[in-house]
């Protein structure tokens, strides 16, 4: 039985200051990756945003496969879906600075990945900064937090916006071979790079218009 894809863009476009940009179309399944790739200014982060539902579209259509109390799917539009179905990391930092590391994580998870965390924290070298303030970490560190926290979502889509870039080679290494272990478990990444990753599907932007 053919199950239909977990995320799909339709000739998605934004507006940013006086350009339009777009149309954007993806499908996504689960269990894969896309990266979306291009230089400075090229889309790459309104579009994540676009996505999620944080940025408003001037044409287009962003549908999402959720889940349902009685285990079926509906597929709703991306406002409804960034609030059930989606895990979020932008290129600012969004950590909470009031919190710790750990409560942050908590308050995103519930009672299907209670396990998670440690699990996570451990495949991140962050257990022992669990307990620590967002002030407390370096820049690496609170880009990997931040990663974290969107993993203890219990979306099945993550969306990474420019996630390695405070990363020294071991921080990548670790953040990759943690996303490859939750492909596995048929949750979907979007990652916005600059350059193309092995194995990944790319679409390259800025896009040609018409």
């Not at 994540?48 to 079926?72: C, H």
């Not at 991140?124 to 990997?144: A, I, N």
């Not at 916005?192 to 990944?200: Q, T, Y």
Request: with cysteine; charged share 25%; glycine share 10%.
């Amino acid at each position: 039985m053919k199950t239909s894809p977990l995320l799909e863009v339709k000739a998605l476009t934004v507006k940013r200051g006086r350009n339009s940009l777009g149309p954007l179309s993806l499908t996504l399944s689960e269990g894969c990756g896309l990266t979306l790739v291009g230089s400075n200014g090229s889309g790459k982060s309104s579009f994540m945003l676009a996505i999620a539902g944080l940025l408003e579209t001037t044409g287009g259509d962003v549908l999402l496969k959720l889940p349902r109390s009685d285990g079926k799917h509906d597929r709703r539009s991306h406002t409804e879906g960034w609030k059930r179905g989606l895990g979020w990391q932008g290129q600012q930092s969004g950590l909470w600075p009031h919190l710790s590391i750990r409560q942050q994580c908590y308050l995103l998870q519930d009672e299907r990945n209670q396990s998670s965390l440690e699990s996570f924290a451990e495949a991140l070298s962050m257990v022992p900064l669990l307990d620590r303030m967002p002030h407390q970490l370096s820049g690496g560190e609170s880009q990997r937090a931040e990663f974290m926290r969107a993993l203890c979502s219990p979306g099945k889509l993550l969306l990474l916006d420019e996630p390695f870039s405070s990363q020294n080679s071991e921080g990548r290494s670790l953040m990759l071979n943690l996303i490859e272990q939750e492909k596995k478990r048929d949750r979907a990444f979007i990652l916005a790079l600059h350059e193309p990753m092995n194995g990944w599907d790319v679409i390259r932007l800025p896009l040609e218009s018409d």
